[in-house]
């Protein structure tokens, strides 16, 4: 089945005469539940929601993996942590992975006997620092330099090595990249992201290739209580039957976006996997179905950067990517990176693209005449 038909379909109940396609959210503290607990399909809303189930049977579909719906992204990152991390272990993080997976590792899992390595996502460059270690962590692309690195390669040789493999699936979806047939035993998202991509809920999940990681999984969920709403699942879900729609056109914006950017003198460092010229263009060809909404960009300083942005018309002065509105912000204003002041990321939404491009011309021209 073509991956457009499949996401358009993903996880509704087969069809039943008066149900609707996808079933409304099902808002439940307890459920009823008499006798023993396992004659009841749904006992208590920390446990489980029929919502979820669902949506789970939907990721699974796209992921090629059994799935667990989390509270948000860093959900999902903590719940992959605290099921494979033990003190003494070391895990291998990009360096240039987002800044709060990279916080909670050095920080958290530091305290508790975890030893932090790192090294950067282009190149391959965490293949030289495989000895020993339990969990390798990989985002690709890299939020927010967009580097990518081989994730066949990596996992091949972290298995080799004994490694665990964890990806972050984030700025690619499930829809443009597939972790676990490239390997990864792993496959995590933050779902606040293009995935649902309405900027309107907070939420994420893992899949496993090896099923036997999922009542660990749930447990972890169950018990850490990191459990998300009813309503966001079912948003969720409902927002899945347009990824391929909403993907295709961010992709075509961003990659117009980023050859507009390229041709610009006040313009420099502009990433986009898709670029052809981008020196990680073809790596991400090998395993990437779409470059994802996201483009990155440097502007000369913080000031002419903050003037560009505050220019813009139609582009969103907004943190976060994915969403089908245009955003862009001065990464730099959050700390925890290694990027230029002037860095710019701008995830492309599903606008007309001649409008976007009129838009940010009017921007770097008011920026210009400083
Ligand atoms: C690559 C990546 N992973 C994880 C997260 C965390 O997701 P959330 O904000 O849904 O907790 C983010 C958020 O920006 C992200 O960019």
Redesign the pocket.
Known sequence: MNYRTLVTRAGLPKPAQGAPFLPGPVFAGPFHAAGEIADSPYSYGRYHNPGWTLYEQALSELEGGTVRVFA????A?SAVFGLVLRPGDVVLLPSD??H??RRLAGGFFTQMGVTVRMAPTAGNAQQDMLGGVKLLWL?TPS?PGLDVCDIRELASMAHEAGALVAV?N??ATALGQNPLSLGADFSL?????ALTGHADL???HVAVRDATWAEPLQAWRTQMGAIPGPMEVWLAHRSLATLALRLERQCQNALAIAQFLAGRPEVSGVRYPGLAADPAHHVAVRQMRHFGPVVSFVLPDRNQAEKFLGSCQLVYQST??GSLHTTAERRARWGGDDIPEGFIRLSAGCEDVEDLIADLEHALTAMARE
């Open positions: 948000s992204g860093m959900a990152v992975c987002y709060t997976t985002e939020n972050d984030t700025t998202a933050s779902d606040t992201k907070i939420l994420g976060s990517f």
